[in-house]
């Protein structure tokens, strides 16, 4: 019999199934989780009705043909049962977005298909609500106008944002590697190595050209930074516990948007006690259905505090997520270069 696991999400469970279902008998898969058999069976149930595993029916041909992976049930799954944002929001996110997030992003950080995003994009061009860039004079590209991620650089504050998430690491007395999203310039990750050349880092980047310009500052510079071409949850998931010192997560970007990979660092304490987890971001742009902020802004209404519903909801979400584990030391308004709110929240690993 093989170890019980102790804890296991349920898509890990149902990866288990879907990896050996042939092998071993449902009250084996069970045992294993140290779950009821019904629960198992439940499971596999559901995996069949989704294709993600044959039944007893099904022919080799008719498995070739209907079977998909579990990420792409989850997928459609979610998508079947998620209320999305009205044409109305998305043209307002777009515009507000445009020029510093791609399409891709921006239908991420709502929550819909980017064909969605793309057609609303080429409706707003032609409304003349929006300039296309093909539309402009051809020339030469900067490449420091070709990231995407990067045009709110210099932001009112971001400096003094970006000092707060300097001094977390550098007087922590945690050393060692710092998950991050560097800026094209390697901003942060310069002024932490000026203070304590013992750090090095993993610094994550979607955009090719700005990771191109990204290994330019790191070659030419020789930082200890090893550059990764994708997201920052490919780092993420899949990580085990204390593999971080400190975590950067200068994401943004909305919290729905990154919700679920900040659930999975702090559940699976990804940074070594006494480390910290910085986040950075947007104010605006809460589409998600929830409205994870504004619900938790009114759970804990308090007529005495005469903040906005938004900082409100901020503080409230932090400390349901935090749990005993984590302290909260700093939540710090800034703008960006846009003048969009900003917010740094800093997160310290206490046991």
């Known amino acids: 019999m093989r170890d019980v696991v102790s804890v296991s999400t349920s898509k890990e469970i149902n990866q288990f199934i879907v990896d050996n279902h042939k092998e071993m008998s449902q009250q084996e898969i069970a045992d294993?989780?140290?779950?009821?058999?019904?629960?198992?069976?439940?499971?596999?149930?559901?995996?069949?009705?989704?294709?993600?595993?044959?039944?007893?029916k099904a022919t080799d041909k008719d498995i070739s043909k209907s079977l998909v992976s579990l990420d792409k049930a989850y997928d459609y799954s979610k998508?079947?049962?998620?209320?999305?944002?009205?044409?109305e929001e998305i043209q307002k996110y777009i515009l507000e977005n445009y020029k510093k997030y791609t399409n891709e992003k921006i239908a991420e950080d709502l929550g819909v298909p980017i064909r969605k995003v793309a057609g609303n994009v080429v409706g707003l061009i032609r409304k003349g609500l929006l300039v296309s860039d093909n539309s402009k004079p051809k020339k030469k590209a900067k490449l420091s106008d070709t990231g995407n991620t990067?045009?709110?650089?210099?932001?009112?504050?971001?400096?003094?944002?970006?000092?707060?998430?300097?001094?977390?690491?550098?007087?922590?007395?945690?050393?060692?590697?710092?998950?991050?999203?560097?800026?094209?310039?390697?901003?942060?990750?310069?002024?932490?190595?000026?203070?304590?050349?013992?750090f090095n880092f993993i610094g994550c980047e979607i955009d090719k050209p700005t990771f191109k310009a990204m290994?330019?500052?790191?070659?030419?510079?020789?930082?200890?930074?090893?550059?990764?071409?994708?997201?920052?949850?490919?780092?993420?998931?899949?990580?085990?516990?204390?593999?971080?010192?400190?975590?950067?997560?200068?994401?943004?970007?909305?919290i729905v948007s990154f919700d679920k990979e900040l659930r999975y660092t702090i559940q699976n304490n990804l940074v070594k006690v006494g480390g910290t987890i910085s986040v950075?971001?947007?104010?605006?742009?809460?589409?998600?259905?929830?409205?994870?902020?504004?619900?938790?802004?009114?759970t804990v209404k308090n007529y005495e505090d005469l903040r906005g519903e938004m900082d409100r909801g901020i503080e409230a979400y932090f400390?349901?997520?935090?749990?005993?584990?984590?302290?909260?030391?700093?939540?710090?308004?800034?703008k960006d270069k846009g003048k969009s709110p900003m917010v740094l929240v800093r997160i310290k690993r206490v046991q």
């Open 32 to 56: 294993h989780f140290g779950v009821t058999c019904k629960s198992i069976n439940c499971r596999v149930s559901r995996l069949r009705k989704k294709n993600v595993i044959p039944s007893h």
């Open 79 to 87: 998508g079947r049962n998620k209320k999305e944002p009205t044409k």
């Open 150 to 198: 990067y045009s709110n650089a210099n932001g009112e504050n971001k400096q003094k944002a970006r000092e707060r998430m300097e001094v977390s690491v550098t007087t922590s007395g945690v050393t060692g590697t710092v998950l991050t999203l560097p800026h094209i310039e390697c901003k942060i990750e310069k002024m932490i190595l000026a203070k304590d050349s013992s």
């Open 215 to 254: 290994n330019k500052t790191i070659k030419k510079e020789n930082l200890p930074i090893e550059s990764h071409l994708g997201m920052i949850s490919d780092k993420i998931y899949g990580a085990d516990s204390n593999t971080y010192a400190h975590m950067i997560l200068d994401y943004c970007g909305s």
């Open 280 to 298: 950075t971001f947007n104010k605006r742009g809460h589409y998600n259905p929830d409205n994870i902020i504004k619900n938790l802004a009114n």
């Open 319 to 334: 400390h349901k997520l935090v749990g005993f584990d984590y302290t909260i030391t700093e939540i710090f308004n800034y």
